[in-house]
């Protein structure tokens, strides 16, 4: 297995976990909770710089956090550039 290969399977991890980490985030149940807060030791170190440069929009009162979504935008481009 070359080092891209390894790289890009690491990222796809990543990724996966970053949408657990995601749809954790939405579901109340007491396993989606204790999920949460394993993956955020490996999500917020990310995820707290981003915040900072990109504000969250305002709908109707509520702001929606789109930070991961540019996470998983520079983890696809990370990947493509890899691919290559």
Do not use: K, N, Q
Request: hydrophobic share 60%; aromatic share 14%; with cysteine.
């Amino acid at each position: 297995m070359s080092l891209l290969r390894l790289l890009d399977s690491i990222l796809g991890l990543y990724e996966f976990g970053l949408i657990l980490y995601v749809l954790c985030s939405w579901i109340l149940h007491p396993a989606a909770y204790a999920l949460r807060r394993w993956l955020t030791c490996a999500y917020e170190p990310v995820l707290v710089p981003l915040r900072r440069w990109i504000r969250a929009p305002v709908f109707g009162g509520t702001a929606i956090d789109i930070s991961p979504l540019f996470l998983i935008i520079a983890i696809w481009l990370v990947r493509g550039i890899l691919i290559r």
